[in-house]
């Protein structure tokens, strides 16, 4: 055993050296530095979810102020955005649900969300609209176009929903945005379920939509954002094992969440990333000075320049750690109580709850 370990020691740190990272914190201070002084309070009002003053605040471009969504706006930007679909040559998804169920997918409602997601940005938002159903169709297959709960996810889904690897977490913060919250021990890492990746995706996406589509708080975190936090929680031994898929779930989820749901991601919080840096330290061959602590995020296919701007690691004591979070408007009553927080969360009797909500606006919506 001893020496099978050594041999997938020595297989890690040769896959590692075959690796070129494209970002280090080097050049990431120097990426935020070099931003226009607009982009950079955008960053400060996304992390720190501070209110910014702007003289024109229907003006996206100026900052990330809030914009005000007037009727007139609203009616215009959606049909901007429309227009931009059309345009657009690629759209096999989008147009087969208008076929469909025209009445959800091409709803204000629905429109209005993936606008809200790129700052009514409408060429970035039909771009996003047109992804969000081609990769729709290909997690959930082609009866998928319908408003998306948990009751969508496949009986192979069954293990990662109830681990709950990925958890909405039931407070948002002090700017109202979303909190979730991933805990890499509790994925789904069965070696014989091949489609584990897509579960955890699969997973992401029904928790987006669960806030986005909440009748009290969905329209409030459309306009403020989620917040990601992530904890690792694994043995070296089983970042040995898990690394290769945790690269291809995190380049997937950031480019869902960066590219195709309809929801804004404004922030990301990194727990305890040392475990990694650790490991590298003591066992891949290729460490240099560069530290690579938070090498998955920083170089992962979905992170680009906004979220590795947006990407705080925590580094200091748990008790330090939510001390330096109520600067970013997170108290520690929103923190689970595995962060330290004092958050006292049944995901368990959470889940249940959604799955009999989720059950009854079905029904209602099938007698209607």
Known sequence: QQQQQQQQQQQFSQWFQELKPDVGFEQLNKEYSELPPTEKLKVARD???????????????????EIAETPA???????????EVELLEEKEAYETGMFI???????????????????????????????????????????????????????????????????????????????????RKLHDLRPEHPNRRKSMQ???????HAAIDDEDMGEGIQKAGAVG????GLSNQDIILTTRSTMQLANCCFSDLMTALPIRLVALHHFQPEVFARYFLLNATCTTSYLRTGYFL??????TSYLRTRLVLHHSSPEQTLQNLVEYGIDRSMIPEVLG??????????????LVECAEDYYATSDS
Not at 229 to 232: A, E, G, I, V
Request: proline fraction near 2%; charged fraction near 20%; include cysteine.
């Open 47 to 65: 992390v720190y979810g501070q209110d910014v003053t702007l003289q024109n605040n229907n003006d996206p471009t100026q900052a990330n102020a």
């Open 73 to 83: 706006f609203v009616s215009h930007k959606i049909s901007r955005l429309v227009e």
């Open 101 to 183: 169920n025209p009445q959800y997918v091409g709803s204000s409602k629905l429109l209005l969300s993936f606008l809200r997601a790129d700052r009514f940005n409408e060429y970035a938002a039909a771009k996003r609209m047109v992804e969000y159903w081609e990769r729709k169709v290909d997690l959930f297959g082609t009866n998928t176009f319908h408003k998306l709960t948990f009751l969508d996810l496949l009986m192979e889904d069954r293990v990662a929903l109830e681990q709950g690897g990925i958890q909405l977490l039931p407070h948002v913060d002090a700017a109202g945005r979303i909190l979730i919250f991933s805990h």
């Open 202 to 208: 699969r997973l992401l996406w029904c928790a987006i």
């Open 229 to 232: 936090f992530l904890l690792n």
């Open 298 to 303: 920083l170089n992962a296919t979905g992170t």
């Open 341 to 354: 927080g004092d958050l006292d969360f049944d995901y368990s009797e959470w889940l249940q709850d959604k």
